[in-house]
C-alpha cells in the first residue's frame, strides 16, 4: 500500500504539527506505514505518551482513503518528510507539518528563499515597495515566499507571475477553499509562472483565526531572511516577524514617515533592531542573506528586556482568551522557555507558539535574550 496512504491518516489524526506528532515521527524514523502497524508495547518502548498512543491506535483508514480520492481528482501533490520535494528548511521546527498538501512545482520548496509580507490593506507605497522588493529579490537568486492573502501578498505573488518567475504563497486553509475568493486567479498564475502553493491545513477547512498564526510561522522557516514591505500597529504580519526573532532569521524592514500608520509597524520593528531597508538594490547583497557571517552594526538582535528582581503588585489582566490565560498563570512569578511552558501547561507547540505572539502582541508577555518568557 502507498506510503502516502498511511501519511494521510497520520494527517487526519494530527491536522496540525504538534510535538507528539514530531516525536512519533522520529521514532519511527517518518515510516508512516510502521508508525499504523505498530502497537501499544511498540510505541511505549519508544516512548510515546499515553494520550499519543490513545491517538495512534485509531486504525481505521477509510477517512485516508476518501482523502486520497479527493487528492488525486483535484490533481493535489502530498508531501511527507521522507519526499525530496518536502520543503526541509522546515525540519528545525519543533512542530514540523507532517504532511503538506501542494498545486504546483514543489521543487521550488527547496530554493534559496526570502519571505515578503506585509498589510492585507496596502498602501500604494507598501504596493510599490512589495512589488520593488519582489522584483530586487528574484535579480539576485531568490524565490519570493509569502502568504495567499490580497494586498502585499498578492502583490509580491503577481509580480513573480509577470516575470515569469516561481513564487511560493502558504496557504492559512484548506487548498480547495480559495481564501479570500478573489486570489483565485493569482493562484493560477503563480502555478503557470512554475511557483508552488501549499498548505498543512486539510481539504475543506476554512481559514479559522488561529489558522494564521500557524501559517506565519512557516513563512521564516522556509526563508533566508523575512522582509515586511509594510504593516501598521495591528497587521498580521507582525506575528510573522516574531516567528522570524523566535526562529533567529534576519528580520529587515521598510521604514515610513513617523506619521503614516501604514508604516507604524515596521517604524517600531526597526526601533526594536530589525534591519532598516534604506536601498532596494542593495537589501539582497546583505552578508547575512548570502552566507557570510552576520556584521555586529546591521544583524538583527531581538530585543533583550531585563525582567526586574523585585516587581510591584499590580491588579492581574483580564484575559479572555483560554490558551494566552494558562500560559499567563503558567508565568507567574517566573520565566520560562517555549519548552518548558509546553510541559508545563500542556499544550501543542503550535496552541503555545500562537498564543506566546498574542501575548507579546498585546503587551501582557515578553521575551529576553536567552529567549525565556516572562510578563511585562
Given at each position: 500500500?502507498?506510503?502516502?496512504?498511511?501519511?494521510?491518516?497520520?494527517?487526519?489524526?494530527?491536522?496540525?504539527?504538534?510535538?507528539?506528532?514530531a516525536?512519533?515521527l522520529?521514532?519511527?524514523q517518518?515510516?508512516a506505514?510502521?508508525i499504523?502497524?505498530?502497537?501499544?508495547?511498540?510505541?511505549r518502548?519508544?516512548?510515546?505518551?499515553?494520550?499519543?498512543?490513545?491517538?495512534?491506535?485509531?486504525?481505521?483508514?477509510?477517512?485516508?482513503?476518501?482523502?486520497?480520492?479527493?487528492?488525486?481528482?483535484?490533481?493535489?501533490?502530498?508531501?511527507?518528510?521522507?519526499?525530496?520535494?518536502?520543503p526541509?528548511?522546515?525540519d528545525?521546527?519543533?512542530?514540523?507539518?507532517?504532511?503538506?498538501?501542494?498545486?504546483?512545482?514543489?521543487?521550488?520548496?527547496?530554493?534559496?528563499s526570502?519571505?515578503?509580507?506585509?498589510?492585507?490593506s496596502a498602501?500604494?507605497?507598501?504596493?510599490?515597495?512589495?512589488?520593488?522588493?519582489?522584483?530586487?529579490?528574484?535579480?539576485?537568486?531568490?524565490?519570493?515566499?509569502?502568504?495567499?492573502?490580497?494586498?502585499?501578498?498578492?502583490?509580491?505573488?503577481n509580480?513573480?507571475?509577470?516575470?515569469?518567475h516561481?513564487?511560493?504563497?502558504?496557504?492559512?486553509?484548506?487548498?480547495?477553499?480559495?481564501?479570500?475568493?478573489?486570489?483565485?486567479?493569482?493562484?493560477?498564475?503563480?502555478?503557470?509562472?512554475?511557483?508552488?502553493?501549499?498548505?498543512?491545513?486539510?481539504f475543506?477547512?476554512?481559514?479559522?483565526?488561529h489558522?494564521?498564526?500557524?501559517?506565519?510561522?512557516?513563512?521564516?522557516?522556509?526563508?533566508?531572511?523575512?522582509?515586511?514591505?509594510?504593516?501598521?500597529?495591528?497587521?498580521?504580519?507582525?506575528?510573522?516577524?516574531?516567528?522570524?526573532?523566535?526562529?533567529?532569521?534576519p528580520?529587515?524592514?521598510v521604514?515610513g514617515?513617523?506619521d503614516?500608520?501604514?508604516?507604524?509597524?515596521?517604524?517600531?520593528?526597526?526601533?526594536?533592531?530589525?534591519?532598516?531597508?534604506?536601498?532596494?538594490?542593495?537589501?539582497?547583497?546583505?552578508?547575512?542573506?548570502q552566507?557570510?557571517?552576520?556584521?555586529?552594526?546591521?544583524?538583527?538582535?531581538?530585543?533583550s528586556?531585563?525582567?526586574?528582581?523585585?516587581?510591584?503588585?499590580?491588579?492581574?489582566?483580564?484575559?479572555?482568551?483560554?490558551?494566552?490565560?494558562?500560559?499567563?498563570?503558567?508565568?507567574?512569578?517566573?520565566?520560562?522557555?517555549?519548552?518548558?511552558?509546553?510541559?508545563k501547561?500542556?499544550?501543542?507547540?503550535?496552541?503555545?507558539?500562537?498564543?506566546?505572539?498574542?501575548?507579546?502582541?498585546?503587551?501582557?508577555?515578553?521575551?529576553?535574550?536567552?529567549?525565556?518568557?516572562?510578563?511585562?
Amino acid at each position: 500500500m502507498d506510503q502516502r496512504l498511511f501519511a494521510l491518516w497520520f494527517k487526519l489524526l494530527y491536522p496540525t504539527g504538534t510535538v507528539g506528532s514530531a516525536f512519533a515521527l522520529q521514532a519511527f524514523q517518518n515510516d508512516a506505514s510502521a508508525i499504523h502497524k505498530a502497537d501499544t508495547e511498540d510505541f511505549r518502548a519508544r516512548g510515546i505518551s499515553e494520550k499519543d498512543i490513545k491517538k495512534l491506535m485509531q486504525k481505521d483508514l477509510s477517512q485516508a482513503k476518501a482523502l486520497w480520492d479527493t487528492c488525486a481528482q483535484n490533481g493535489v501533490i502530498l508531501l511527507w518528510p521522507t519526499d525530496a520535494h518536502y520543503p526541509h528548511a522546515l525540519d528545525k521546527l519543533p512542530d514540523r507539518p507532517s504532511l503538506l498538501f501542494a498545486l504546483g512545482d514543489v521543487s521550488v520548496l527547496n530554493r534559496k528563499s526570502v519571505c515578503i509580507v506585509g498589510s492585507r490593506s496596502a498602501s500604494a507605497r507598501g504596493s510599490a515597495v512589495a512589488a520593488k522588493l519582489t522584483q530586487q529579490a528574484i535579480s539576485s537568486g531568490f524565490v519570493p515566499v509569502t502568504g495567499a492573502a490580497t494586498g502585499i501578498d498578492s502583490v509580491v505573488l503577481n509580480t513573480a507571475a509577470s516575470l515569469r518567475h516561481p513564487a511560493v504563497s502558504v496557504a492559512a486553509a484548506g487548498l480547495d477553499v480559495i481564501y479570500p475568493a478573489d486570489v483565485y486567479a493569482t493562484r493560477q498564475k503563480l502555478c503557470a509562472a512554475g511557483g508552488c502553493v501549499f498548505s498543512e491545513f486539510l481539504f475543506g477547512l476554512p481559514a479559522r483565526t488561529h489558522h494564521f498564526p500557524l501559517r506565519n510561522r512557516l513563512l521564516p522557516a522556509l526563508s533566508q531572511g523575512v522582509f515586511i514591505a509594510e504593516a501598521g500597529l495591528r497587521s498580521g504580519a507582525l506575528l510573522t516577524a516574531n516567528h522570524a526573532i523566535e526562529q533567529n532569521k534576519p528580520l529587515f524592514a521598510v521604514p515610513g514617515y513617523i506619521d503614516d500608520p501604514h508604516f507604524a509597524g515596521c517604524n517600531r520593528l526597526i526601533g526594536q533592531g530589525a534591519t532598516l531597508v534604506a536601498d532596494i538594490a542593495e537589501a539582497f547583497d546583505h552578508p547575512i542573506l548570502q552566507g557570510a557571517s552576520p556584521v555586529a552594526s546591521t544583524a538583527f538582535v531581538p530585543p533583550s528586556p531585563i525582567r526586574p528582581t523585585v516587581k510591584k503588585e499590580a491588579a492581574k489582566p483580564e484575559i479572555t482568551h483560554p490558551t494566552l490565560k494558562k500560559i499567563y498563570d503558567c508565568l507567574m512569578d517566573q520565566s520560562l522557555s517555549t519548552e518548558e511552558i509546553i510541559i508545563k501547561t500542556g499544550l501543542s507547540a503550535a496552541e503555545a507558539s500562537a498564543a506566546l505572539v498574542l501575548g507579546c502582541l498585546k503587551g501582557l508577555l515578553d521575551k529576553s535574550a536567552d529567549d525565556r518568557y516572562f510578563i511585562k
